[in-house]
């Protein structure tokens, strides 16, 4: 049992894609480079997801801070020491990644691509840095999180919640419906923010970055 819930927007079928990997790659003897894995794993997640994106499936196998391009070469870096806090409602959304990447616009202004690119840039540096509060605040998405927010009832209010309790930074976990906010008291802010989604029951997650990855047991 991989403990990771399906359609919530927490990597589950990208965990499922990554042990696939490497789990053949073990018993098969293949002797896969490091990019070889990340593509044969992403080629799981399309058969799930409809495209092979690559950016679940290589931090479930390498663990740590992944950047990870569209020739599946991988950056990792070990994350700064953070803890998350993770709601995750309990809704159901019928082909929840098709409704969510139909909800994203196909044209998208200058103005806001170059705000996004900077704050994905200091998102890096604060890896770099190891420097939490800079991670934290980073988390600021202008392209992806006003139209998705639209399928999570309450986000907005969920949101400022984990702001008003202490959270560096808060967004939509993958395709949603989760919730995740990082920040130092995360059981306080987990609590606000389950709070917040009023009569929508949810499910609360403390959690913190992974520097193992996929590892055999």
Not at 12 to 35: E, F, K, Q, T, Y
Not at 81 to 97: G, H, L, Y
Not at 102 to 117: Q, T
Request: proline share 5%; with cysteine.
């Amino acid at each position: 049992m991989k403990g990771v819930p399906p359609g919530k927007g927490l990597g589950s079928s990208g965990a499922s894609a990554a042990a696939a990997a490497v789990a053949a790659d073990l018993i098969l003897g293949l002797g896969l480079s490091a990019r070889e894995l990340v593509e044969l794993a992403a080629m799981g997640e399309a058969a799930v997801a409809g495209s092979a994106h690559a950016d679940n499936v290589s931090a479930s196998i390498f663990g740590g801070f992944i950047m990870v391009d569209e020739g599946y070469d991988v950056i990792r870096m070990d994350p700064p020491c953070i803890r998350f806090a993770v709601a995750s409602p309990d809704i159901q959304i019928e082909n929840k990644t098709k409704v969510a990447r139909s909800l994203l616009p196909e044209m998208i202004g200058l103005k806001d691509a170059v705000r996004n690119i900077g704050y994905a840039s200091r998102m890096s540096a604060a890896v770099a840095m190891g420097d939490p509060v800079l991670f934290g605040s980073s988390i600021c998405d202008n392209l992806v999180e006003p139209h998705r927010a639209k399928m999570i009832p309450c986000f907005w209010e969920v949101k400022k919640a984990a702001l008003d309790a202490g959270a560096y930074g808060c967004s939509i976990a993958g395709g949603g419906p989760s919730v995740f906010a990082v920040g130092e008291d995360v059981l306080s802010i987990g609590k606000a923010m389950v709070e917040a989604f009023g009569d929508v029951r949810a499910d609360l997650f403390v959690t913190k970055p992974s520097i193992r990855g996929a590892t055999v047991i």
